[in-house]
C-alpha cells in the first residue's frame, strides 16, 4: 500500500521524473564494437542513456537528447531478415519517471498505467502528436526495422526515442537506397557488423516548437571479418538535400568534428580502420 502510494504521489510530479534512465550503456554494450561507445563530444547537456528495451529483451542502444527531443545516436548490429513492422509507436516510460516500467510502451498504455497525461509524458521526450502534419518531414527511425530480424526486433524500432524528424525525399529515397541497398552490398562477407546511425541538431524545430530539426543525419560501420580483420565505411546527407555522401570512417569522423565546432569526434574503437 506505501509502494502504491509513493507511486501515485511521484506520478502526480512529473518533475521528479528528470533523472536519468542510465548513467551509462553498461547493460547494453553488446551493441558497440569492443564495448566502445563514440566519445562524450556528442552528448547532449541534457542527455538520456537508453538501453532500448521491448518485451523483456534489449535490442539497440539510443543517446537521446531530452531537450531537443531526439536521438543523437542508436547503435545496434546489422542483422536484416524477416518480421513485421509495429502498427503502433512507442515512448520511454523511465523518461517520464525513473520508477516506471523498463519496456517502452504505447502512449495510451502508459497513460492508463500510471493515471497520467499525455502532457507529462511529452516532457521529455517526443509524443505521437508532435509529429501529426508535419510539412516535407517524415518519422525516420535511426535504428530502422529493415536492418534488425524476427517481430520484436523490428517492433522496437518504432519508438520516438530512435526517431527524427528527417526530409520527406531524402527519407524516401536517398538515404533509405543507402540504408538498404548500399549497407546490403557493403556487409558482404561481414561475420558481425555494428552500425552507430545519429543526427547533428539543428537550429530549427517542427512547427510546434518542441521537436528539433536536425541538421544532418549519417551512420558508420565496422564490419568483422574472418582472422581478426574489420573493414569499416560511413555516410553523411545535408537535412535539406536529397543526396548522401559515402565516406571513409575517418572522412565521417573529420565532417562530424567540423559540425562539432572543431572537437575531435570518434565513434568506433580504434581497431576499425578510419581509411
Same mark, same amino acid.
Given at each position: ?7 501515485? =504521489? ?10 536519468? $534512465?542510465?548513467?551509462?550503456? !553498461? ?18 547537456? /541534457? ?23 531526439? %536521438? $543523437? ?5 546489422? +542483422?536484416?531478415? %524477416?518480421?513485421?513492422?509495429?502498427? $503502433?509507436?512507442? =515512448?520511454?516510460? +523511465? ?31 517526443? @509524443?505521437?502528436?508532435?509529429? /501529426?502534419?508535419?510539412?516535407?518531414? !517524415? ?24 526517431? *527524427? ?27 558481425? @557488423?555494428? $552500425? ?15 521537436? /528539433? *530539426? ?13 582472422? /581478426? ?10 537535412? !535539406?538535400?536529397?543526396? =548522401?555522401?559515402? *565516406? ?28
Amino acid at each position: 500500500m506505501l509502494g502504491l502510494l509513493l507511486l501515485q =504521489v511521484l506520478a502526480s510530479c512529473p518533475w521528479l521524473g528528470h533523472s536519468e $534512465v542510465v548513467t551509462s550503456f !553498461e547493460d547494453c554494450s553488446q551493441y558497440f564494437y569492443e564495448a566502445t561507445t563514440p566519445n562524450d563530444i556528442l552528448r547532449p547537456s /541534457n542527455a538520456a542513456w537508453i538501453c532500448q528495451r521491448y518485451r523483456n529483451q534489449y535490442h539497440y542502444a539510443t543517446l537521446y537528447d531530452r531537450d531537443g527531443r531526439i %536521438p $543523437v545516436y542508436s547503435a545496434y548490429i546489422y +542483422q536484416p531478415g %524477416p518480421g513485421s513492422n509495429s502498427p $503502433v509507436w512507442f =515512448v520511454e516510460p +523511465q523518461l517520464i519517471n525513473q520508477i516506471y516500467g523498463k519496456d517502452m510502451d504505447t502512449e495510451a498504455s502508459i497513460e492508463d498505467e500510471y493515471s497520467i497525461k499525455l502532457e507529462q509524458i511529452g516532457q521529455n521526450q517526443a @509524443t505521437n502528436e508532435d509529429y /501529426n502534419n508535419l510539412q516535407n518531414l !517524415e518519422k525516420c527511425p535511426l535504428a530502422p526495422s529493415g536492418q534488425k530480424t524476427g517481430d520484436d526486433s523490428k517492433w522496437a524500432t518504432f519508438t520516438l526515442t530512435n526517431t *527524427v524528424p528527417l526530409n520527406s525525399r531524402l527519407h524516401q529515397e536517398g538515404w533509405r537506397d543507402y540504408m538498404e541497398k548500399t549497407m546490403a552490398q557493403k556487409t558482404q562477407g561481414c561475420d558481425t @557488423t555494428y $552500425v552507430i546511425t545519429g543526427a547533428v541538431p539543428g537550429n530549427t524545430t517542427i512547427p510546434n516548437g518542441r521537436v /528539433n *530539426v536536425p541538421k544532418n543525419i549519417w551512420s558508420a560501420a565496422c564490419c568483422l571479418l574472418g582472422n /581478426n580483420h574489420t573493414r569499416a565505411w560511413g555516410a553523411i546527407a545535408d537535412n !535539406e538535400r536529397n543526396h =548522401v555522401e559515402h *565516406v571513409t570512417l575517418g572522412q565521417l569522423e573529420n565532417w562530424l568534428t567540423n559540425l562539432y565546432k572543431g572537437r575531435m569526434v570518434t565513434l568506433f574503437n580504434n581497431d576499425c580502420p578510419r581509411q
